[in-house]
């Protein structure tokens, strides 16, 4: 079965700093390109970043960059989320979600179960 | 960026009803257009990607159509099951940006 766990939520003060990971199993993780999707409380979905299957290509929205990092490690199966600098409004559910084909563009079609950020002092 | 608007923000209707929700684009994306359904408290589901590919298992009541800038989801026969909130996004390349959502509940 195919499946990505989210882990690394919690509580952080603002101006600190987290590290996200998605641990995927199920699929031959290093062919998919993956991405983080945020959701704010009662809000709507918010792409956050994406990163080609090979690492080498990487993509931030505007609202993010130059503050957070997205990475992977094939050999591990996981994909990472490092976060600084973190603001009140950055304060969502992060999802990790895999792209439905390797041929890149493509929808995403599995998403994980999501993990809780919350930034306030 | 391109911009991606749905309409309406929010609609109520009756089962069986046909219901139809439309998406925006502000610049063409082609048919590089996803459907995703996410029902309360739950992770968002892939419905239609590719602006009228159904993906595997989704009821075949949904419905996607459109090219360019406009495209639009259809309900045929709504179902009880499908009271959710409703975002599209455009995936061709970076930012790819959601929809704002459409939550439709039955009347």
């Known amino acids: 079965e195919v499946q990505l766990l989210e882990s690394g939520g919690g509580l952080v003060q603002p101006g600190g700093s987290l590290r996200l990971s998605c641990a995927a199993s199920?699929?031959?993780?290093?062919?998919?390109?993956m991405s983080w999707v945020r959701q704010a409380p009662g809000k709507g979905l918010e792409w956050v970043s994406a990163?080609?299957?090979?690492?080498?290509?990487?993509y931030y929205a505007d609202s993010v960059k130059g503050r957070f990092t997205i990475s992977r490690d094939n050999s591990r199966n996981t994909l990472y989320l490092q976060m600084t600098s973190l603001r009140a409004e950055d304060t969502a559910v992060y999802y990790c979600a895999k792209v439905r084909d390797p041929t890149p563009p493509d929808a995403f079609d599995i998403w994980g179960q999501g993990t809780m950020v919350t930034v306030s002092s | 960026d391109i911009q991606m608007t749905q309409s309406p923000s929010s609609l109520s209707a009756s089962v069986g009803d046909r219901v139809t929700i439309t998406c925006r684009a502000s610049?063409?994306?082609?048919?590089?257009l996803a459907w995703y359904q996410q029902k309360p408290g739950k992770v968002p589901k892939l419905l239609i990607y590719a602006a009228s590919t159904l993906q595997p298992g989704v009821p075949s009541r949904f419905s996607g159509s459109g090219s360019g800038t406009d495209f639009t989801l259809t309900i045929s026969s709504l179902q009880p099951e499908d009271v959710a909130t409703y975002y599209c996004q455009k995936y061709n390349s970076a930012p790819k940006t959601f929809g704002q959502g459409t939550k439709l509940e039955i009347k």
């Open positions: 990163i080609s299957a090979g690492g080498t290509g990487t």
């Open positions: 199920g699929f031959t993780f290093s062919t998919y390109a």
């Open positions: 610049q063409g994306i082609s048919n590089y």
